[in-house]
């Protein structure tokens, strides 16, 4: 049963650190397509939303989607997936996207701003790092708790 105690918050930690990873990986990606100076102009092929939540005491969250599609400078027709978009642009409106020469597949439409791109990732990886020093905090009391029971009732 002790198991339970440390494999929930174990997984957890995984989860969270496989999240915090994922969220540094795509901050690192926007960064390098800004930096990398190459833009093209695409098209915005399809906009949807998807909704989550909404359950008895839960609140609901949409997120807007778009696929764009464009040509790079050397002929190769491009199309990505680009979540948390402007909610301005919708299908068929012609936009500016930033990539790099090596992944274009990893191209944005955001607009390049460094600050807020760094400050969103480093308040998600420090509330990231809060869930997982709870789950630490958890498995440590709850084996100094056991420990101390098993010293306590081990005589009986």
């Given at each position: 049963?002790?198991?339970?105690?440390y494999a929930?918050?174990?997984?957890?930690?995984?989860?969270?650190?496989?999240?915090?990873?994922?969220?540094v990986r795509r901050s690192l990606e926007m960064r390098s397509a800004w930096d990398s100076g190459l833009t093209a102009e695409a098209r915005?092929?399809?906009?949807?939303?998807t909704v989550s939540g909404g359950?008895?005491?839960?609140?609901?969250?949409?997120?807007?989607?778009?696929?764009?599609?464009?040509?790079t400078r050397d002929g190769r027709t491009v199309r990505f997936e680009e979540s948390n978009g402007r909610r301005t642009v919708v299908e068929g409106d012609i936009v500016?996207?930033?990539y790099t020469a090596q992944h274009p597949d990893k191209a944005t439409a955001h607009t390049p701003n460094r600050a807020r791109?760094?400050?969103?990732?480093?308040?998600?990886?420090?509330?990231?790092?809060?869930i997982i020093a709870l789950c630490i905090g958890f498995m440590i009391t709850y084996h100094e708790m056991s420990a101390s029971a098993d010293t306590l009732f081990g005589g009986i």
């Open positions: 049963m002790s198991v339970f105690f929930l918050p174990g997984l957890i930690i995984v989860l969270v650190l496989f999240a915090a990873a994922k969220v915005c092929l399809r906009s949807y939303t359950g008895n005491d839960t609140s609901v969250t949409t997120t807007l989607h778009h696929v764009y599609e464009f040509t500016t996207v930033h791109v760094a400050v969103g990732t480093v308040i998600t990886v420090a509330f990231f790092g809060v």
